[in-house]
């Protein structure tokens, strides 16, 4: 199971970093690349499957579909996926959890902001009162399918980091497995919010739309209790930059020679193309 997989990685005493991956090939190179576990983006669902920015538009149901496309890539590898808000209020909640469980996704982050919600990166969010949201995540302990839950706060940039410790302790109290004080990377905020939550695993992102400068090292990471460190859409905004010189050495010279592409046989690896020509061999 998964689920199990990823609670033993939040138990270790060492960090593990989850890479963006979006579709069946980016999850194949992830393992490939020799990564224990991997992140499906809200934002990276809302872009890819809408062309919309991380404002509320995608539900679920998106996330949902998109992952079961993705996790047999996976080869087990667990998968973290980012819920929102549950979508609603605790049954809402319960009932995407549920479907993240059934379409093969290992855990989700839930948060505490009203629906719908906003990018952890921009102003004016709102939180919900640290109760209703306490609610959700003893739902969904209880009734998700034996789903890991992160339970992530966005109080640190509206109310300050006091109040973002609060909310986490009260939601490790509710049953997640781990906390995620989204905004908080220095050093000093997080030994105050280890100190604090004595034995709870956090979760940090270290997101391209926040400051990508001055991060502490794994071994310090992990003193401070961090256990997942996410890299939500870095592996996108690399494939579209290298998409975008593709494109440009198209228009201009009528070729992508120029530009480093991924092998055909590579690609053709990935895809599973030696073992379906084999299999169609065998009962052609």
């Given at each position: 199971?998964?689920?199990?997989?990823?609670?033993?990685?939040?138990?270790?005493?060492?960090?593990?970093?989850?890479?963006?991956?979006?579709d069946a090939p980016t999850a194949a190179l992830a393992v490939r690349a020799g990564h224990r576990a991997a992140h499906l983006s809200g934002a990276a669902c809302a872009a890819l499957?809408?062309?919309?920015?991380?404002?509320?538009?995608?539900?679920?149901?998106?996330?949902?579909?998109?992952?079961?496309?993705?996790?047999?890539?996976?080869?087990?590898?667990?998968?973290?996926?980012?819920?929102?808000?549950?979508?609603?209020?605790?049954?809402?909640?319960?009932?995407?959890?549920?479907?993240?469980?059934?379409?093969?996704?290992?855990?989700?982050?839930?948060?505490?902001?009203?629906?719908?919600?906003?990018?952890?990166?921009?102003?004016?969010?709102?939180?919900?009162?640290?109760?209703?949201?306490?609610?959700?995540?003893?739902?969904?302990?209880?009734?998700?399918?034996?789903?890991?839950?992160?339970?992530?706060?966005?109080?640190?940039?509206?109310?300050?980091?006091?109040?973002?410790?609060?909310?986490?302790?009260?939601?490790?109290?509710?049953?997640?497995?781990?906390?995620?004080?989204?905004?908080?990377?220095?050093?000093?905020?997080?030994?105050?919010?280890?100190?604090?939550?004595?034995?709870?695993?956090?979760?940090?992102?270290?997101?391209?739309?926040?400051?990508?400068?001055?991060?502490?090292?794994?071994?310090?990471?992990?003193?401070?209790?961090?256990?997942?460190?996410?890299?939500?859409?870095?592996?996108?905004?690399?494939?579209?930059?290298?998409?975008?010189?593709?494109?440009?050495?198209?228009?201009?010279?009528?070729?992508?020679?120029?530009?480093?592409?991924?092998?055909?046989?590579?690609?053709?690896?990935?895809?599973?193309?030696?073992?379906?020509?084999?299999?169609?061999?065998?009962?052609?």
């Amino acid at each position: 199971m998964t689920a199990a997989a990823l609670r033993a990685l939040l138990a270790a005493d060492r960090v593990t970093h989850l890479p963006g991956v979006y579709d069946a090939p980016t999850a194949a190179l992830a393992v490939r690349a020799g990564h224990r576990a991997a992140h499906l983006s809200g934002a990276a669902c809302a872009a890819l499957d809408l062309g919309l920015p991380d404002l509320g538009y995608v539900h679920g149901t998106h996330l949902a579909a998109r992952a079961s496309r993705l996790v047999p890539a996976l080869a087990g590898a667990p998968l973290l996926a980012d819920a929102d808000t549950g979508y609603g209020d605790a049954l809402q909640a319960v009932w995407t959890a549920r479907a993240y469980t059934a379409a093969g996704v290992s855990g989700l982050h839930l948060e505490d902001q009203v629906q719908p919600k906003r990018c952890g990166h921009l102003a004016g969010k709102e939180l919900v009162a640290p109760g209703t949201a306490a609610r959700k995540v003893r739902a969904v302990a209880a009734e998700g399918g034996g789903i890991v839950v992160v339970a992530r706060t966005d109080a640190y940039t509206v109310t300050g980091l006091d109040d973002a410790v609060d909310r986490a302790a009260r939601y490790a109290a509710a049953g997640a497995d781990a906390v995620f004080l989204e905004g908080v990377t220095d050093p000093g905020e997080l030994a105050r919010a280890h100190a604090a939550l004595p034995g709870v695993p956090l979760v940090v992102n270290r997101s391209e739309a926040g400051s990508t400068t001055d991060w502490p090292g794994d071994d310090e990471l992990a003193a401070l209790g961090v256990r997942l460190v996410l890299h939500p859409v870095a592996p996108l905004l690399a494939a579209l930059d290298a998409a975008a010189r593709a494109y440009a050495a198209i228009a201009a010279g009528g070729s992508a020679e120029t530009v480093s592409r991924l092998p055909w046989a590579d690609f053709t690896g990935l895809v599973g193309q030696d073992e379906a020509l084999e299999l169609d061999a065998r009962y052609a």
